[in-house]
């Protein structure tokens, strides 16, 4: 199986929306439960948000109402959906299979003015 392949990151401003997208395994996608990581420069890699195999979706505190985690099945793909950014919101963003246990290569996102 492939691994994850993230794109859509950048430098936007302080209250910025931003989307990132993954392209999942071909293979068994729509089963899998596939989640958004990020890693700040220093810090600890911690969970961002996750999309189960039936839909439901879980965040962490430090997103949730801002954040929003979708998957389109024909396009084998998974969107993070961020809006009202903050300069702790930057770090590279990680795609995660939990089914597969593979990472994405990671995308960086920076919120600065």
């Known amino acids: 199986q492939e691994r994850p392949v993230e794109s859509g990151g950048g430098l936007v401003q302080p209250g910025a929306s931003l989307s990132i997208s993954c392209v999942g395994s071909?293979?068994?996608?729509?089963?899998?439960?596939m989640g958004w990581h990020r890693q700040a420069l220093g810090k600890q890699r911690e969970m961002v948000a996750i999309?189960?195999?039936?839909?439901?979706?879980d965040y962490s505190d430090s997103v949730l109402g801002r954040f929003a985690i979708s998957r389109e099945y024909g396009t084998n793909t998974v969107i993070l959906q961020m809006k009202s950014l903050k300069p702790e919101d930057t770090a590279i963003y990680y795609c995660?299979?939990?089914?597969?246990?593979?990472w994405g290569q990671g995308t960086q996102v920076t919120v600065s003015s």
């Open positions: 995660y299979d939990y089914e597969l246990g593979l």
């Open positions: 071909d293979s068994i996608f729509g089963i899998h439960d």
């Open positions: 999309i189960r195999s039936g839909g439901r979706t």
